[in-house]
């Protein structure tokens, strides 16, 4: 889906999904929206491309309701691997196609790596599970990577998901936590040195913007 941004912790088992992605690895994307109608509509003809190519990779996507970046887009990714993404059907093809179709209506504002730090998530992964509407995602940052991961992993969050980070993703960790509206995520209290939160965003999934591997584009 051309270099786009971030993610999540959710409920019900899609086993074709969990089944498709077995790595670690999250590819996060992130966009502000010019026309969001003319986006979506160029974005659902884009992710036909993804299904006419028979990609094995789930596509996830979001609006952001709160934080910073409030209107933009995200999709992303989850459970591959880097050779796995590089590997998808086409890439070239794929540029070519979103910038065609999805890429006169936004710009792009971010572009993440993650991997998922197992011994610290207690939540089932996103690529496991359907998403529920609305998600608390946090970019950290702690001065004492050490100190910092001993207490998380000595005491995890319930109900968390953690990712590391890769290249160019901002802090060192990203935190993604199941929220209950779209309202501002509430400020974390963490242990183990100093912690800065350095992106506090509620995202809301959007169904009709996201593709599984073989299943029906959402109407």
């Known amino acids: 889906m051309l270099v786009r941004l971030l993610l ?21 994307y992130a966009y502000t929206v010019k026309d969001r109608a003319a986006f979506e509509a ?15 990779l ?11 970046r409030a209107g933009a887009f995200v999709d992303g990714t989850f459970g591959t691997t880097p050779d796995g993404l590089a590997g998808r059907p086409d890439p070239r093809g794929d540029g070519a196609d ?26 089932t992964p996103l690529e496991q599970r359907r998403p529920g509407t609305y998600l608390h995602v946090y970019a950290i940052a702690a001065d004492d990577i050490a100190a910092f991961e001993a207490v998380i ?8 998901t953690w990712y590391r980070s890769l290249d160019k993703a901002p802090g060192h960790y990203l935190l993604m936590l199941t929220a209950s509206s779209a309202g501002a ?27 599984m591997p073989g299943v029906v584009l959402a109407r």
């Open 8 to 28: 999540a912790c959710l409920p019900i088992v899609v086993p074709a999904v969990a089944t498709a992605q077995s790595g670690g690895t999250a590819h996060l």
């Open 42 to 56: 160029g974005y659902r003809q884009h992710l036909r491309w993804h299904a006419r190519h028979a990609d094995k």
């Open 58 to 68: 789930a596509w996830f996507a979001w609006y952001v309701t709160n934080g910073d």
């Open 98 to 123: 979103f910038r065609a179709n999805a890429g006169p209506h936004v710009s792009a504002i971010g572009d993440e790596g993650w991997e998922l730090w197992r011994e610290a998530s207690r939540a």
């Open 153 to 160: 992993a000595a005491r995890p969050l319930r109900a968390a």
């Open 185 to 211: 995520p509430p400020p974390l209290s963490l242990r183990g040195g100093p912690v800065r939160t350095l992106r506090a965003e509620t995202w809301r999934y959007a169904p009709r913007l996201a593709l």
